[in-house]
C-alpha cells in the first residue's frame, strides 16, 4: 500500500522555522520526483518546492525562494521542506507529492499556522 506521511506542522511565530518530514513507503521512491504542495483556507493548492528524483535538481515558487529548502533521503524514503523565516502567508496545510509520468501519489497533510 502507498503511504505519504507528513509530519513536523506546528504553530511558530513569524521569523521562526519548521522542518516538514514526508515518510514514503509502499512504492519506490527513488523512482519518483518529490514536491511539496500548499492549500491555505479558500485559496487553490499551490506548488511550494519540488526536487528531482536524484536531488540535483530542485524548484520553488517564488513566495518562498530564498526561506524554503526542499531535499530527498532515499536512504530514507523521505523528502523534507525546511521552512525558515516564516511569515504568516506560509500558514496552510501543507501536502507531501510523488509524481511520475502517469501517476502520483499523495500524502493526507499536515497543518502549518504562523501567528504571533
Known amino acids: 500500500q502507498v503511504q505519504l506521511v507528513e509530519s513536523g506542522g506546528g504553530l511558530v511565530q513569524p521569523g521562526g522555522s519548521l522542518r516538514l518530514s514526508c515518510a514514503a513507503s509502499g512504492f519506490t521512491f527513488s523512482a519518483y520526483g518529490m514536491a511539496w504542495h500548499r492549500q491555505a483556507p479558500g485559496k487553490e493548492r499551490e506548488l511550494v518546492a519540488s526536487v528531482s528524483i536524484n536531488g540535483g535538481y530542485s524548484n520553488y515558487a517564488e513566495s518562498v525562494k530564498g526561506r524554503f529548502t526542499i531535499t530527498r533521503d532515499n536512504a530514507k524514503n523521505t523528502v523534507y521542506l525546511q521552512m525558515n523565516s516564516l511569515k504568516p502567508e506560509d500558514t496552510a496545510v501543507y501536502y507531501c507529492?510523488?509524481?511520475?509520468?502517469?501517476?502520483?501519489?499523495w500524502g493526507q497533510g499536515t497543518q502549518v499556522t504562523v501567528s504571533s
Open positions: 507529492k510523488a509524481f511520475a509520468v502517469g501517476n502520483n501519489y
